[in-house]
């Protein structure tokens, strides 16, 4: 097989190697190329894998649901009218709605955004109290730092225990005092603590100054009766949220009398949103930069074609020489062709390596951060595999355009020159 020709390769490096310079310079450009392409779309990458860091331990298709006042007056009922949810109102919604996956009623102690006095050997903290399930912890996941989080033994025997965020514990305790196990008080109200968690630096919907409770204690503690304040829902993922969304409104509409126009009554937050418009976003992002980077290396690519042609008019005698020696068109347009993949082929190889290089310091440098979404800046195997496929197949393309000028020169004339 001619690849194998040990004489071919011993010919293209000699050629190549005449004019050491003048071949760095060839490479340069592909070098370049190869660099930018390579830190644009590792760049894209890591920006997408620091949105996907920061959002870590939300379910990117999960749905929030509360209830609000009503815009329009209906069956007798006047605009302004406060909707209250009820526990029932989970049941029906999970009964009527197979692709929600789940669902965890919410309760929160005092108003919204509101805090509690938190107390505990004259240590108080202004925290925010929430009675949930533990399946709240499958939408928004709760890092622990110490102890557990709450779990169904704790809703069926409404334990009095909670579960508080690290700021609660540096308001409550001392520095390196053991809380697992301490009790804490609410609205007079004793609990021990079971556990501590800290912020995901993502989508901090409950903040780090806050006390999770068993809903079924929170009922009886807090008097809150058969009430729901709002509910967290995660949606089967092949479903598209907003449709989910809308059969929620239309069946507590219904619940509730609310008109079917009234767009106030139910306030929802679609978290699905956010996660596709990021998305989308780096999406765009990464075929941009792959779209740059491709005519970065074409023009590169195309620099080699140039030097090829200089390079064969050079070599014009050595050609005819070759010709008058048996060697067909073929063969001399298979040498230069090859010529033009071995340079760019070493060249693109080059720009690889030093571009992975810049990308590690990079990474060493923002990656472990959380404030800017920056997290493993690397190129994916499936995009270096068609990056190097589409470079060696325009330099077989850009190759040929010497290539065909090399098969022209006539053996008689080219003897002739000097």
Same mark, same amino acid.
């Given at each position: 097989?001619?690849? #194998?020709?040990?004489?071919?390769?011993?010919?293209?490096?000699?050629?190549?190697?005449?004019?050491?310079?003048?071949?760095?310079?060839?490479?340069?450009?592909?070098?370049?190329?190869?660099?930018?392409?390579? !830190?644009?779309?590792?760049?894209?990458?890591?920006?997408?894998?620091?949105?996907?860091?920061?959002?870590?331990? =939300?379910?990117?298709?999960? !749905?929030?649901?509360?209830?609000?006042?009503?815009?329009? *007056?209906? @069956?007798?009922?006047?605009?302004?009218?406060?909707? &209250?949810?009820?526990?029932?109102?989970?049941?029906?919604?999970? @009964?009527?709605?197979?692709?929600?996956?789940?669902?965890?009623?919410?309760?929160?102690?005092?108003?919204? &955004?509101?805090?509690?006095?938190?107390?505990?050997?004259?240590?108080?903290?202004?925290?925010?109290?929430?009675?949930?399930?533990?399946?709240?912890?499958?939408? =928004?996941?709760?890092?622990?730092?110490?102890?557990?989080?709450?779990?169904?033994? /704790?809703?069926?025997?409404?334990? @009095?225990?909670?579960?508080?965020?690290?700021?609660?514990?540096?308001?409550?305790?001392?520095?390196?005092?053991?809380?697992?196990?301490?009790?804490?008080?609410?609205?007079?109200?004793?609990?021990?603590?079971?556990?501590?968690?800290?912020?995901?630096? %993502?989508?901090?919907?409950?903040?780090?100054?806050?006390?999770?409770?068993?809903?079924?204690?929170?009922?009886?503690?807090?008097?809150?009766?058969?009430?729901?304040?709002?509910?967290?829902? +995660?949606?089967?993922?092949?479903?598209?949220?907003?449709?989910?969304?809308?059969?929620? @409104?239309?069946?507590?509409?219904?619940?509730?009398?609310?008109? *079917?126009?009234? /767009?106030?009554?139910?306030?929802?937050?679609?978290?699905?949103?956010? #996660? %596709?418009?990021?998305?989308?976003?780096?999406?765009?992002?990464?075929?941009?930069?792959?779209?740059?980077?491709?005519?970065?290396?074409?023009?590169?690519?195309? +620099?080699?074609?140039?030097? !090829?042609?200089?390079?064969?008019?050079?070599?014009?005698?050595?050609?005819?020489? &070759?010709?008058?020696?048996? +060697?067909?068109?073929?063969?001399?347009?298979?040498?230069?062709?090859?010529?033009?993949?071995?340079?760019?082929?070493?060249?693109?190889?080059?720009?690889?390596?030093?571009?992975?290089?810049?990308?590690?310091?990079?990474?060493?440098?923002?990656?472990?951060?959380?404030?800017?979404?920056?997290? %493993? *800046?690397?190129?994916?195997?499936?995009?270096?595999?068609?990056?190097?496929?589409?470079?060696?197949?325009?330099?077989? !393309?850009?190759?040929?355009?010497? +290539?065909?000028?090399?098969?022209?020169?006539?053996?008689?004339?080219?003897?002739?020159?000097?």
């Amino acid at each position: 097989m001619w690849l #194998f020709d040990r004489d071919l390769w011993i010919e293209i490096f000699h050629t190549l190697g005449k004019n050491m310079f003048r071949t760095f310079l060839t490479m340069l450009g592909v070098i370049f190329a190869m660099v930018i392409l390579v !830190l644009l779309l590792g760049s894209a990458n890591g920006m997408s894998n620091g949105f996907n860091k920061i959002f870590a331990g =939300t379910a990117s298709n999960s !749905l929030f649901v509360w209830g609000q006042s009503t815009s329009e *007056p209906y @069956k007798g009922f006047e605009r302004g009218r406060r909707i &209250r949810y009820k526990i029932e109102d989970a049941d029906i919604l999970k @009964k009527q709605i197979p692709e929600i996956e789940v669902l965890a009623p919410r309760i929160e102690l005092g108003s919204h &955004r509101s805090v509690v006095s938190v107390y505990r050997n004259g240590q108080t903290s202004g925290s925010a109290v929430y009675g949930d399930y533990p399946e709240i912890d499958e939408i =928004t996941k709760k890092k622990l730092v110490e102890g557990r989080f709450l779990n169904q033994t /704790d809703i069926e025997h409404s334990k @009095k225990v909670c579960v508080i965020g690290e700021e609660t514990y540096k308001l409550l305790f001392d520095k390196g005092e053991k809380a697992i196990g301490q009790d804490i008080r609410i609205n007079g109200v004793y609990f021990s603590v079971v556990g501590i968690y800290k912020p995901n630096n %993502n989508i901090n919907i409950d903040g780090e100054n806050a006390v999770f409770i068993p809903f079924t204690t929170f009922q009886k503690a807090f008097n809150s009766g058969d009430r729901m304040g709002w509910m967290a829902i +995660a949606v089967d993922p092949k479903t598209p949220v907003p449709l989910v969304e809308k059969q929620i @409104k239309d069946i507590l509409k219904h619940k509730y009398d609310i008109h *079917p126009d009234d /767009d106030r009554a139910i306030g929802s937050f679609d978290m699905s949103e956010i #996660f %596709n418009n990021i998305t989308s976003f780096t999406m765009v992002l990464q075929g941009f930069s792959f779209f740059v980077g491709i005519f970065t290396l074409l023009a590169g690519v195309i +620099a080699i074609s140039n030097i !090829l042609l200089i390079t064969v008019k050079e070599r014009t005698k050595e050609i005819g020489v &070759r010709r008058a020696l048996g +060697a067909t068109p073929k063969i001399v347009k298979r040498q230069i062709v090859v010529e033009a993949i071995v340079l760019t082929a070493f060249a693109g190889l080059v720009g690889f390596a030093i571009s992975v290089g810049i990308l590690a310091i990079m990474n060493s440098m923002w990656g472990s951060g959380d404030d800017f979404p920056f997290a %493993n *800046p690397m190129i994916s195997i499936p995009q270096f595999v068609i990056s190097f496929v589409l470079m060696v197949g325009l330099s077989v !393309l850009i190759g040929l355009l010497p +290539a065909n000028r090399a098969v022209k020169v006539r053996p008689i004339e080219a003897l002739r020159e000097e």
